[in-house]
């Protein structure tokens, strides 16, 4: 028997497909993380961030333990962006309240041409085995997502050092020698696909790029410095697995009106950050991709009745129809408390049927 037949939940598979759905599914970005003290415990007994990362068996733990406590729609792998530069030898620690921090950043042509694409199956084995462990563990109860970080998002990393506020060292590459930034972009292009699509062999059921910084960009360097690179790695992923499509979601915080231009990529959906109403992006996008998002993660810090209201305000602002996935404009902060994501979680499953009625 394969595993699909096996799927008790395929809400969100069908909603990312703009299939009928009787509800709206929602996950949240970030759903495992510092918010949860379950998390902070089984991240001091990994005793760092890439530890835990790094073991299959504790990426697995913290992937389930948002799914133990509310009744989400989606799991999502336990992982992070930077997996790939870290494989490809550049240094990756993370400093505590620093963020991220790589050790030997890339500067120049000749630190570009030293670059491999990382073998998923090698490097990134500790990947891999987490989402065959994390498939098993879910035995069936929601889907499970893979995912990367578009390269562009991963350069800037890979190039500023680390967090960046003004991204000078990049965006004076850009200008100053755009073919060390291409093919910079090239290798991560190549890399991502590969990653990707090895996340996939291995039971990931729909995958997200996350392009977090495609916005600090020029509408015209954002097409040619991320968006062309996504596009190429949309249409290279697997299509199917298990008998099934696997749907492709693309994800720049900040598009705005950009949104317009990636509903021409070859994916299936659309993240939307809380900058832009659904309603807004649902007429640039039309109605070829689902959308997801896109409650302001800042809403949780309220009091539940009034992230009650607030969930309502989403749900009407898509308003009716399928192909709505309700998700957090981006990441859930450290400081929420945990009852105050159970109460969106429970807002959406309650108050969305009647958009799909
Ligand atoms: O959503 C999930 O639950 C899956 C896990 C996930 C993490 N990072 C775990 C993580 C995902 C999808 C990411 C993606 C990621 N990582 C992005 C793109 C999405 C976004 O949030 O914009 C980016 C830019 C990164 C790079 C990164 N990783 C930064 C800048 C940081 C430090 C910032 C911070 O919050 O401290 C991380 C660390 C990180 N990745 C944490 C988690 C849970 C916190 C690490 C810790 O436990 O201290």
Request: glycine share 8%; proline share 7%; with cysteine.
């Amino acid at each position: 028997m394969n595993s699909q037949s096996n799927l008790k939940n395929d809400v969100f598979l069908r909603a990312l497909q703009c299939q009928p759905v009787p509800y709206t599914p929602v996950w949240m970005m970030r759903q495992a993380g510092r918010y949860l003290p379950e998390y902070r415990a089984t991240r001091a007994k990994a005793g760092s961030f890439l530890n835990l990362c790094q073991t299959p068996e504790l990426a697995c733990e913290v992937t389930l333990q948002p799914l133990a406590r509310f009744p989400l729609d989606a799991a999502i792998l336990f992982s992070d962006i930077l997996t790939i530069p870290h494989a490809m030898g550049l240094g990756l620690q993370f400093e505590t309240g620093e963020g991220p921090v790589i050790q030997r950043p890339v500067r120049s042509a000749a630190d570009v041409s030293k670059l491999g694409v990382p073998d998923p199956y090698q490097e990134l084995r500790y990947v891999v085995d987490a989402v065959s462990l994390i498939r098993r563990e879910l035995a069936g109860r929601v889907p499970l997502i893979g995912f990367a970080g578009s390269p562009w998002t991963v350069a800037t990393y890979c190039v500023e050092g680390g967090s960046s506020r003004d991204f000078a060292k990049i965006k004076a590459m850009m200008y100053q020698e755009p073919s060390t930034l291409h093919a910079l972009l090239k290798v991560l292009t190549r890399a991502t696909i590969e990653y990707l699509n090895a996340q996939i062999a291995a039971g990931a059921q729909a995958v997200m790029l996350f392009d977090t910084w495609g916005s600090v960009l020029t509408p015209s360097a954002y097409r040619e410095f991320s968006l062309a690179y996504m596009a190429q790695i949309v249409a290279e992923l697997k299509r199917e697995a298990e008998g099934r499509v696997v749907p492709r979601v693309v994800f720049t915080k900040g598009a705005g009106p950009l949104l317009a231009e990636m509903a021409k990529l070859e994916c299936e959906a659309l993240g939307v950050d809380w900058m832009t109403d659904l309603s807004q992006a649902r007429q640039w996008v039309g109605e070829r991709k689902a959308l997801q998002g896109n409650l302001d993660p800042s809403v949780l810090y309220a009091s539940p009745d009034r992230i009650r209201e607030e969930v309502v305000k989403v749900l009407a602002s898509y308003g009716k129809g399928h192909g709505h996935v309700f998700n957090l404009g981006h990441g859930i902060h450290p400081a929420i408390p945990p009852d105050h994501a159970a109460a969106m979680i429970q807002a959406v499953h309650e108050f969305s049927p009647k958009y799909h009625a």
